[in-house]
């Protein structure tokens, strides 16, 4: 009797449920999204909570790349705009249904298993309990942004996610019923936009603003940050109506070189963010949540589907990025807290009691948090994250 070989139970309990891997390339981004958003969170701790001697310089550098959160906001608009855009293709409206509950199954299960657990295991403060319902519902970003006010501070962009899924099946739906592609692409263009309005009404209106009160005001509330998720959405609308036409084009070393362009003069502007001056600087951040970041990763990811090859595809598709790539969520689930307990303890020591420098602990810091977590984030793909998905695939056909 032939045929492949049995998988053992226990090699099949251990085996990872592996992303989708229809754009490869994406998994090496969202990976790079995972280390960018790793190394901010360690600087933060380390320079404002835990005082250790960081050097100013390279706080300020660490903290300008704060825009790993956006890489993950347009990958995930752009990865459910692909999936929504084939549902209503096919089915038109009727699995809205089927949508939330797949969305839910993939997010839900492990979000509340982590949260549980801190809430159980934590010291909770009289504000920490009060917004604890508020956390269990998703809206973790209209509360304080504050750690003796939540206990999972850092859900507020899991929040912000779950609440604008809310509106795009409908959106989507209104996409189905136009008949133009202008049409469709100008209302997405507005709907994108409208976040860089809000910001701004947001930011006329208001007086006296620090850089505290203009980052909370703006950074963490999804009314004026949720440009990022439209345009991975408005991405995948060009990608699926457009992208034989797009990759003719970019085999042209010169088509290439213009759309890399608008995407560098953002980093840079990212980068640079005083260039303008300090008087300046509040206005420019108006701009820098949404806007830039949104031009600049939709070039950068429309190279990447689209280009003729190139050594950076091919190393962000590695195979070893789509493994890192699945454990992503959990990594940031659970990187807070591990920092919390175990890097920063250990880069403590390592400077008070053996006077290790910063630039070598602040680096093999990032590392040995980034490993504890995929460790952490494995096992709770199996325990948690498998079985939710097995029930998905029942229940969410």
Not at 10 to 26: I, K, V
Request: aromatic content about 14%; overall charge positive; some cysteine.
């Amino acid at each position: 009797m032939s045929g492949a070989p049995r998988t053992s139970p226990l090699r099949r309990f251990l085996e990872l449920d592996l992303l989708d891997n229809r754009y490869p390339a994406l998994h090496g981004m969202r990976v790079l999204g995972i280390v960018s958003v790793v190394q901010l969170h360690v600087t933060s701790i380390f320079t404002f909570e835990e005082k250790l001697p960081m050097s100013p310089s390279w706080t300020t550098t660490s903290m300008s790349i704060f825009f790993g959160m956006d890489l993950f906001f347009i990958l995930s608009g752009f990865l459910i705009g692909s999936i929504l855009i084939r549902s209503v293709q096919t089915s038109g409206s009727q699995h809205v249904r089927r949508f939330y509950l797949r969305r839910a199954f993939r997010t839900f299960p492990a979000y509340y298993v982590v949260l549980t657990v801190l809430a159980l295991t934590s010291a909770l403060t009289a504000a920490q309990r009060h917004h604890l319902p508020f956390e269990y519902a998703y809206l973790t970003n209209y509360q304080p942004i504050r750690r003796e006010d939540l206990v999972m501070l850092w859900g507020w962009s899991l929040a912000l996610e779950e609440q604008f899924y809310l509106t795009v099946p409908v959106l989507f739906f209104v996409l189905h019923k136009l008949r133009s592609d202008r049409v469709r692409l100008a209302l997405l263009g507005a709907f994108w936009a409208s976040a860089l309005a809000a910001r701004l009404v947001v930011y006329l209106r208001g007086h006296d603003w620090t850089p505290a009160t203009l980052y909370h005001a703006l950074y963490f509330r999804t009314h004026t940050r949720f440009d990022t998720l439209v345009a991975g959405v408005m991405l995948a609308y060009v990608q699926e109506r457009w992208h034989e036409p797009i990759a003719t084009w970019l085999e042209k070393p010169s088509a290439r070189a213009l759309l890399a362009m608008p995407p560098l003069a953002c980093l840079w502007l990212l980068m640079q963010p005083w260039m303008f001056g300090e008087k300046e600087l509040l206005l420019v951040r108006v701009f820098c949540w949404g806007t830039l970041t949104s031009i600049m990763y939709f070039g950068w990811v429309l190279l990447l589907l689209n280009g003729t090859g190139g050594w950076i595809r091919r190393l962000l598709s590695a195979p070893v990025f789509r493994r890192v790539a699945t454990l992503g969520y959990g990594v940031y689930l659970v990187h807070v807290p591990l920092c919390d307990k175990l890097v920063t303890p250990f880069a403590r020591a390592l400077i008070k009691d053996h006077a290790w420098p910063m630039p070598v602990v602040w680096p093999l810091a990032v590392v040995a948090l980034m490993l504890a977590s995929l460790a952490v984030a494995y096992g709770l793909h199996l325990l948690v994250e498998k079985p939710s998905l097995r029930l998905r695939d029942r229940f969410a056909r």
